[in-house]
């Protein structure tokens, strides 16, 4: 079989996001052979989303057109159409710029080997016919996103309960509703945009549940007047949810998620001071999805396997890659671009990745040392800097607002499951707490929390923010989740040569 | 000196822990202080084996003999549940060359007393269906068994702290002090602790601690990668080892032509535990490609039913390489109060209880049960001229032919 791909680059960038496309976009035409992976059939990160495939599929609710085109004019964002021109050209076939996707990058080793996991056809990087590949770069810019956070709560795990970014595949990549009837619940703004996302698919949204009061919110609403693009698309939103009648609890949160084999019930609850829920003030709503969101957390994992120093800024949205002011981290070589810098929306994660680029170039000895102290560049540099500071600022009030009590994570009921993978419940981890257990690499030896299949991604961020609520110790201390590859599970088959592929052992040089 | 003395570990890896535990349950004032979290060492990063076909016959298997023994009573002593299983233990032969090797050794074995038998690939297909037929035989003992290492440690730990031990984690040890060539205590990051006598039981930083009382110790770090797979259904029954792994610990001849061997364990959860390298690479406890890719073909080679596995992770522990592949447990005669407890290799877990029990009376001065006196720290007196002693643990790296034979008495 012939290999499309080479063994070395000059530049690996591992995320097709908005971040990822732009690093890889400034870099483009200058002569380097650069590769982008993306574990998604799509490019453009969770933030493109768009459909997967035509559709033909009609179980459940099959989602269809738009109802209100104005509105949707309106309250476009306009990285959307900035990040789809990105991805176009990126893609296109005289950028210089090898694709490699749906491909899962497994682990980064020494000497920037990264060790990728990828399948030839469309689908999951997991796919039957998927094989592994080791590609050694010179240099590796990591966009690596984010994933949600989560606030575990009654009932969290049954079927039909998901993150609002789940929610948001199904409607948006996959053409589905999350079912008939959809609760949403939380405190991230993506709370509106889903059910805008909802509703715009003809589906059916119970009731919007946000966790702060009307008038916390009105009490932030200065702060993003320096931003009011922002405040425009928000308030198409609500006019959307006005116009369906779709009624706003605020100042409520989930309290339990009922039913048996799924979700058939949501129970809302008055939120009071410090995040506890106000007994007496529960209200039902019968549904059959609760999509819920707290917020977003970086992607670390592969930063830290790569050795690269992590901080904690609740300003960030928790652990997240220490990047120098040209998104170069604490290992030579290797840069973060995006949310795993800290979370803070598409436009820094587009700024960040044309610094980055600019900054490669000029360490791949493509700028002129004269052109890099004056000139045109220099000035063009400044202004990035400068956008990406507002970026950050813009970041931080989002993880303000998306930030939940850090005293709501002590109150998780005793028989709630905190670990997914494990099965490990908050009575255990509240033991382990007691016993001492109060660092992330101890309360995982003592409950074997975050050993699973998922290694922690999910209830890492969680079971930190337990130990902070129940003892007051700093994450600082708790320490960041570790890392080890692989970062997503790897299948024994792809290892064993005869059910492998034999043509192609990795760490073959191309054309040999 | 006080009637009883106040004893301080360095190392809260499962042998500190476990002489803390025994020192604490006769009542004695003990201390462990821990650099990191306890079990963050070997302890957490290893499989569970606690294997006796793998132990050099003569004092080495009476060891672990009599550590067996004490891991049949210890469920009921500790406060958490160790997972302590005798699955018995196999060791596949693939050569005639490694039958021929097996043979003598299985005699030898047989000849102390140990309960072991050499099976051939039927049988040993009957008792393990899953393995590859590739397997022309195996040694198999009943004995054999596993443990989960991590609650092992955590167990040892919380069962000395109910009995007043002061664990002291995230406390690395910065300085041990001495006076007229006598240990007095040591200086932490928390402050400085007296004591009458200091256990090294540092693991495979037990060479650093003795440096920093001026002793030179042959305990060297020796990566070993392991790869876990995800809880699946029930596909190995017994623990097993490949005669490559025992040639590798014994006979460097052998090894070279075999590979290191791997082992393979299934937990009570379904994990398959699958290593382990060793590798001399300093301190790093990174995995490379070519680790775990080794690992894992040859487990699957072993046991085709790996195939449907999928690997969630995989990570490297240090363990503690002496010379002898013994460890080093007693007192330092060149300077008082320091005593050293450390060097198991990849022995550590399984020699853990007898361990604890004979450097706790070692250390309150009654007759151990069995003799110390093979794994005394002077039998490496003779050594002070070696290039491993001069140089510093991070670089150094074996010679061809450096791993010294015959020592073993």
């Known amino acids: 079989m012939a290999d499309p791909y080479r063994n070395t680059y000059h530049v690996a960038v591992i995320g097709a996001g908005i971040g990822g496309l732009s690093a890889a976009h400034t870099l483009a035409g200058h002569g380097f052979n650069i590769v982008l992976i993306d574990e998604n059939p799509h490019m453009g990160g969770q933030f493109l989303r768009r459909p997967f495939r035509p559709h033909n599929s009609d179980t459940g609710g099959t989602a269809s057109g738009s109802r209100s085109r104005l509105l949707d004019r309106i309250h476009q964002d306009p990285m959307v159409p900035a990040g789809t021109w990105l991805a176009e050209a990126v893609t296109a076939p005289g950028a210089g710029v090898d694709i490699l996707h749906p491909a899962q990058v497994l682990g980064i080793f020494p000497d920037r080997r990264i060790w990728i996991m990828a399948s030839p056809t469309a689908g999951t990087a997991a796919g039957q016919d998927a094989r592994l590949m080791e590609i050694k770069a010179e240099i590796l810019v990591l966009a690596t996103g984010a994933r949600e956070q989560y606030l575990p709560f009654k009932g969290w795990t049954l079927p039909g309960v998901m993150s609002l970014g789940a929610a948001q595949i199904l409607v948006k990549s996959h053409q589905v509703l999350p079912g008939a009837c959809t609760a949403i619940a939380g405190t991230s703004p993506l709370m509106m945009a889903l059910a805008n996302d909802l509703l715009k698919h003809r589906g059916h949204v119970a009731a919007l549940a946000d966790s702060h009061s009307m008038r916390w919110k009105m009490g932030q609403l200065p702060f993003f007047i320096r931003h009011f693009p922002k405040l425009i698309q928000g308030a198409c939103y609500a006019a959307r949810l006005f116009r369906h009648r779709i009624p706003v609890l605020h100042g409520h949160s989930v309290q339990e998620a009922q039913g048996q084999e799924r979700v058939s019930g949501a129970v809302f609850a008055r939120t009071g001071p410090d995040g506890c829920l106000l007994p007496g003030t529960d209200r039902f709503w019968k549904v059959d999805s609760l999509a819920v969101g707290h917020g977003f957390v970086p992607n670390i994992e592969l930063p830290v396997q790569a050795g690269c120093r992590v901080t904690y800024d609740p300003a960030l949205g928790g652990w997240a890659a220490a990047v120098t002011v040209n998104m170069e981290t604490s290992v030579n070589g290797i840069y973060a671009v995006g949310e795993t810098t800290g979370i803070g929306g598409a436009e820094q994660s587009w700024i960040q990745g044309k610094i980055t680029g600019m900054s490669i170039l000029e360490q791949l000895g493509c700028i002129h040392p004269l052109q890099s102290r004056w000139g045109r560049f220099v000035k063009t540099r400044h202004q990035l800097y400068h956008r990406a500071d507002e970026c950050r600022s813009y970041g931080a009030l989002l993880n303000r607002v998306c930030r939940v009590p850090a005293a709501a994570y002590g109150r998780i009921p005793d028989d709630t499951v905190i670990c997914r993978c494990e099965n490990i419940t908050m009575q255990t981890i509240k033991q382990a707490v007691q016993n001492g257990f109060t660092s992330w690499s101890s309360i995982k030896k003592a409950t074997r929390c975050g050993m699973g299949r998922c290694q922690a991604r999910i209830c890492g961020p969680i079971i930190q923010k337990i130990i902070q609520a129940l003892t007051g110790t700093e994450p600082q201390i708790i320490g960041p989740p570790v890392s080890r590859g692989p970062v997503k599970n790897l299948p024994v088959r792809l290892l064993i040569p005869s059910a492998g592929n034999p043509e192609n052992p990795p760490g073959q040089e191309k054309g040999q | ?409």
């Open chain 2, 1 to 409: 000196m006080r009637s009883s003395p106040h004893i301080l570990i360095i190392g809260g890896g499962v042998i500190g822990t476990s002489i803390a535990c025994h020192l604490a349950v006769q009542g004695t004032q003990v201390t462990l202080v821990e650099a990191k979290d306890l079990a963050s060492g070997s302890s957490g990063a290893c499989d569970g084996l606690v294997f006796l076909q793998s132990k050099k016959p003569g004092v080495h298997l009476q060891m672990a003999m009599e550590s067996l023994k004490r891991f049949r009573k210890l469920q009921k002593q500790l406060p958490v549940p160790v997972e302590f299983i005798q699955t018995g233990g196999l060791v596949t032969i693939e050569t005639h060359e490694e039958y021929r090797a097996m043979k003598k050794y299985v005699q030898d074995q047989q000849a102390i007393g140990l309960d072991v038998q050499l099976l051939d690939r039927k049988q040993v297909l009957q008792r393990e269906p899953g393995l590859s037929r590739r397997i022309i035989g195996a040694a198999y003992s009943p004995l054999d068994a596993r443990v989960n290492p991590i609650s092992l440690t955590l167990g040892f730990a919380l069962a000395a702290r109910k009995n007043h031990a002061w664990i002291l984690t995230r406390t690395p040890v910065t300085e041990i002090l001495v006076k007229n060539n006598r240990v007095t205590g040591v200086v932490t990051s928390r402050g400085t602790i007296l004591a009458d006598l200091v256990v090294n039981a540092a693991g495979a930083a037990a060479g650093k601690v003795s440096r920093m009382a001026g002793i030179q110790m042959p305990v060297m770090p020796r990566r070993g990668q392991i790869a876990v797979t995800h809880a699946g259904p029930p596909v190995l029954h017994h623990c097993l080892i490949s005669a490559g792994y025992i040639a590798a610990k014994y006979n460097p001849d052998l090894a070279r032509t075999a590979g290191q061997g791997i082992s393979m364990e299934q937990t009570e959860n379904g994990n398959l535990l699958l290593g382990s390298t060793r590798e001399f690479v300093g301190f790093d406890t990174g995995n490379t490609l070519p680790g775990i890719r080794k690992i894992i073909t040859e487990a699957a080679a072993r046991l085709p039913a790996l195939a449907a596995f999928q690997i969630i992770r995989t990570f490297a522990g240090l363990r503690p390489y002496t010379p002898d592949g013994l460890p080093i447990l007693g007192p330092v005669s060149k300077l008082d109060g320091f005593v050293m407890a450390a060097g198991h290799e990849g022995d550590g877990i399984a020699l853990s209880t007898i361990t604890g029990e004979l450097m706790a009376d070692s250390l309150l001065d009654r007759k151990p049960a069995i003799s110390l006196d093979d794994f005394s720290p002077e039998r490496f007196d003779s050594l002070a001229t070696d290039p491993m002693l001069q140089t510093d643990p991070e670089t150094w790296r074996p010679a061809a032919q450096a791993v010294p034979q015959g020592r073993i008495r």
